[in-house]
């Protein structure tokens, strides 16, 4: 989100339900060094739900979801799922888009969700 660096005003504009800031050092396989989003713990990392990897990722929860015969979905941290540069990344304009996109996804596979029942 910040490709060539963030100043400080930035980074505590985002909102965060937990103390300090939302990134987590880690170490990759490949040796490599990275910041990677926590939103909430080092151990939950945050996907990139506009991403065509983290779309394809939903889309197959979503499938599991019907397979098992889930009938309801909560989206219970959807506020933090759009991050936007200059924004405090919680419940901004494109996260609406983003909830009504998943709502249609999984009401087209015969759940309910957010915002939208079969």
């Known amino acids: 989100m910040f490709p060539t660096g963030a100043h400080e005003e930035e980074l505590l504009r985002i909102y ?3 103390p300090g800031l939302p990134f987590t ?8 060094r990275r910041l990677l989003w926590t ?7 945050d996907i ?3 991403h065509p990897q983290g779309e394809a ?3 197959t ?3 599991t979801f019907q397979t098992a015969g889930v009938r309801m ?3 219970d941290a959807v506020g933090y799922a759009i991050k936007k540069q200059g924004t405090s990344c919680f419940m901004i304009p494109e996260t609406f888009g ?3 996109t998943l709502a249609s996804q999984a009401h087209d596979l015969g759940m309910e969700s957010p915002g939208r029942n079969p």
């Open 16 to 18: 965060r339900p937990r």
């Open 25 to 32: 050092n880690a170490l990759l396989e490949s040796g490599e």
């Open 39 to 45: 939103t909430f713990t080092p151990q939950q990392v």
């Open 48 to 50: 990139d739900v506009q």
């Open 57 to 59: 990722y939903l889309q």
């Open 61 to 63: 929860i979503l499938s």
């Open 73 to 75: 979905i909560r989206l």
């Open 98 to 100: 983003f909830i009504s």
